[in-house]
């Protein structure tokens, strides 16, 4: 098995870098309608090439506390997703979070785990002063996370292509 840096750790999950091992089941998220439903620009079939570009993309600069990660269990070494943080604002003080989990690892507390770990590693850094999160706000699920996380509702309006929005933030 390919080793690979961990970024951070929870109790229960492995925050870590991607390996080529990774990308069969990440594709199967990326293609899974349901888990990708709330994601945007998700639309389209996903191939290996694609996926692999938005990675390289997001990860471009290995300096930086910021970049795209997969998701493992602790116990079995198991993949359930991926999460990130986006210098989606220029300003790598202001970073943007988002996470996917495959389907059948939803409402077992992964979410507001992996947000929270966020959360931890970015006061960690000493240079991350404040956390975004968007969605849609037909995503009631992610908005009652965000809340629960001590976000706090600083946004909501409709984008350029006519859904309707929410923005949250948590300053560090």
């Not at 750790?9 to 492995?14: V, Y």
């Not at 191939?47 to 269990?73: C, P, T």
């Amino acid at each position: 098995m390919e080793k690979s840096k961990i970024v951070f750790e929870t109790e229960r999950l492995i925050i870590r870098e991607v390996t080529t091992s990774d990308w069969t089941f990440l594709l199967s998220c990326y293609n899974d309608d349901e888990v990708m439903k709330y994601i945007p620009n998700s639309v389209g079939e996903w191939d290996f090439s694609r996926l692999q570009q938005k990675y390289k993309k997001i990860n471009a600069d290995e300096s930086s506390r910021y970049g795209l990660w997969v998701v493992e269990l602790k116990k079995g070494r198991t993949l359930i997703g991926e999460v990130g943080l986006f210098n989606s604002f220029n300003d790598t003080s202001k970073l943007e979070l988002g996470y996917i989990l495959d389907q059948k690892q939803w409402r077992k507390g992964y979410g507001k785990e992996l947000v929270n770990g966020l959360i931890e590693y970015s006061k960690s850094s000493g240079d991350i002063k404040h956390l975004v999160a968007r969605m849609f706000k037909s995503n009631v699920a992610s908005a009652m996370l965000s809340e629960s996380c001590g976000m706090v509702k600083t946004d909501e309006g409709v984008a350029d292509n006519g859904i309707e929005y929410c923005q949250y933030e948590l300053s560090l």
